[in-house]
Nanobody
Framework: QVQLVESGGGLVQAWESLTLSCAVS????????MGWYRQTPGKQRELVAT???????VYADSVKGRFTISRINGKNTVDLELNSLKPEDTAVYYC?????????WGQGTQVTVSS
């Protein structure tokens, strides 16, 4: 059974940085579509960043220039580097994998940014 496990969340102050990591237990990681999403209470889950083709990625306008998504196929991980964090970045961050017709989610990791 494929599992996604996020780590790296925490409490930081505005303008600080964090790196989130998602470990995926699959032998087909290199062909798996990966992305990061986030959700705050009362709101729908929203895209933060996702790979669209090879190493090409798209980002939400609100995080462009501040966040960077990367994947390490040899380690089956996809990271999200969060820089210049703002209080409005506070959310639960989720890793998502698309494997064929299957959509898989991790359990989420909380990021809290204080002003």
């Amino acid at each position: 059974q494929v599992q996604l496990v996020e780590s790296g969340g925490g409490l930081v102050q505005a303008w600080e940085s964090l790196t989130l990591s998602c470990a995926v237990s699959t032998s087909r990681f290199s062909s798996t579509d990966m992305g990061w999403y986030r959700q705050t209470p009362g709101k729908q889950r929203e895209l933060v960043a996702t790979f669209i083709s090879g190493d090409s990625a798209v980002y939400a306008d609100s995080v462009k220039g501040r966040f960077t998504i990367s994947r390490i196929n040899g380690k089956n991980t996809v990271d999200l580097e969060l820089n210049s964090l703002k209080p409005e970045d506070t959310a639960v961050y989720y890793c998502r994998a698309i494997m064929g017709t299957r959509e898989l989610w991790g359990q989420g990791t909380q990021v809290t940014v204080s002003s």
